[in-house]
């Protein structure tokens, strides 16, 4: 295996993700081969696009300013043709920023984290609510536990909840709005799983469910999907093996369900991270571990709860490995991101319809490294974030890059 590859995923699992050791090293027990085919087609997905040379941009390099943000890890969003996102450090405390961007690559940063009582280091995306931003941080806080806060487009911050360090604290899931009420995960810290919480635009809040008990999930790190009213997320950890995570269903008022455990038979897929996403009433979603190569999977599931791994990713191929992002619905073809692998082993953009997956970008040297977010279509082009940079051969610069593709 490729040490310098393997020490900087167990140093992500560890850092970004907040897993043991041993989970952490569990992502790289798996061996090379060549990319399989799909072992199923997923339904209502359009045809593969024809693929020519695509158009792929920086648009804007972190950390070329004072202040600026470095690092990013959520997903962007689009607010009526801006893109909004967050950025886990840098700012003028280094406790990361808020920033808005034109298409075209025009910063701004609205909000620099990390005052004392403030939050600190953002992980996750914001939430538009009727022009109004709203998020979470993974620390900082009146106890370092995390905060949800509100910012407006024009900067100014509000914090409307502080975590406690240990407990229900910890978030690292964007919040999603269910008739005007907003509903979120935390992650955990130490022996505490982390839980599901709702809480209102002024700051009222309530503990839904704590994970944990018996084959319970546990510490959740991607938002939750509405369906119809009932929330579907995943655990990173946890479930029925209590190491390989869970999909789950929980009801506005609380009624919890575990819907599937991870890791259950070798070729299953492991710690999933990322969002689900709904294409006609059956769930996708990415695992960054497991599947017969142990470098994560593609799957679907059912509202009801029956699994299939579509895609398991290779280690050492020319397809990508280790996603960690969530997938996106453009127009019946999903897209996704993976943190390694591709030509370059700098990580990838691919596409996945009812037939085939495809690489639509290798990531090279000086176009970023760790793609680990998922991707925003404005205008048929779609755009994304790198966590960290490249400069020369494989020197890296932690800064990171918010990128622009039009396949």
């Keep these: 295996m490729n040490q310098p590859v393997a020490h900087t995923v167990i140093t992500t699992a560890l850092l970004r993700y907040g897993l043991s050791l041993g989970a952490a090293t569990a992502l790289l027990t798996g061996c090379g081969g060549s990319q399989l085919p799909l072992s199923a087609s997923p339904q ?41 996102g967050t950025t886990t450090k840098g700012g003028y405390y280094n406790g990361g920023t808020a920033f ?50 509100k910012i407006t487009p024009s900067g100014t911050e509000t914090v409307l909840h502080s975590f406690t360090y240990l407990g229900n604290g910890n978030p690292h ?12 995960t935390t992650a955990g810290r130490g022996d505490w799983c982390g839980g599901v919480f709702s809480i209102t635009t002024t700051g009222k809040f309530k503990i839904l469910h704590t994970f944990g008990k018996g084959s319970d999930g546990c ?73 017969k190569l142990n470098a994560g999977t593609i799957f679907s599931i059912t509202t009801s709860g029956a699994e299939n791994v579509i895609l398991p990713f290779d280690v050492y191929g ?9 997938l ?3 127009k019946g073809v999903l897209y996704g991101t993976t943190q390694y692998g591709g030509t370059h082993n700098l990580g990838t953009v691919f596409s996945l319809t009812n037939s085939e997956e495809r690489v639509v970008h290798s990531f090279a040297q000086g176009e ?40």
């Design 219 to 291: 510490s959740p790190q991607a938002p939750m999907l509405n369906v119809n009213g009932t929330l579907y997320g995943t655990t990173s950890a946890g479930g029925d093996e209590e190491t390989g995570g869970t999909v789950f269903s929980i009801s506005t008022t609380g009624k919890y369900k575990k819907l599937h455990s991870f890791g259950t038979n070798p070729s299953d897929g492991a710690y999933p991270v990322a969002a689900l996403i709904n294409v006609r009433g059956t769930l996708y979603g990415t695992t960054r571990a497991a599947g």
């Design 100 to 149: 808005s961007l034109t298409t075209t690559g025009e910063e701004k940063v609205l909000y620099s984290f990390g005052t004392p009582n403030d939050g600190f280091a953002p992980v996750a995306s914001l939430l538009n609510v009727n022009g109004t931003l709203y998020g979470t941080t993974s620390a900082g806080g009146t106890d370092n536990g995390g905060t949800v806060f």
């Design 328 to 330: 996106r619905n453009v």
């Design 44 to 84: 209502g997905l359009a045809p593969q696009p024809s693929l020519g040379r695509q158009a792929f941009h920086i648009i804007h390099p972190f950390g070329r300013s004072a202040n600026d943000g470095a690092n990013p890890a959520g997903d962007l969003i689009d607010v009526k043709g801006t893109l909004y």
């Design 368 to 407: 970023g490294v760790e793609p680990g977010s998922a991707l925003v279509a404005v205008s048929g082009t779609l755009y994304g974030t790198t966590y960290g940079q490249t400069v020369g051969n494989h020197i890296r610069r932690s800064f990171g890059n918010v990128y622009s593709l039009t396949p």
């Design 173 to 184: 899931a964007a919040l999603i709005n269910v008739g005007g009420t907003l509903y979120g």
């Design 318 to 326: 020319s397809g990508g490995s280790y996603p960690i992002a969530g």
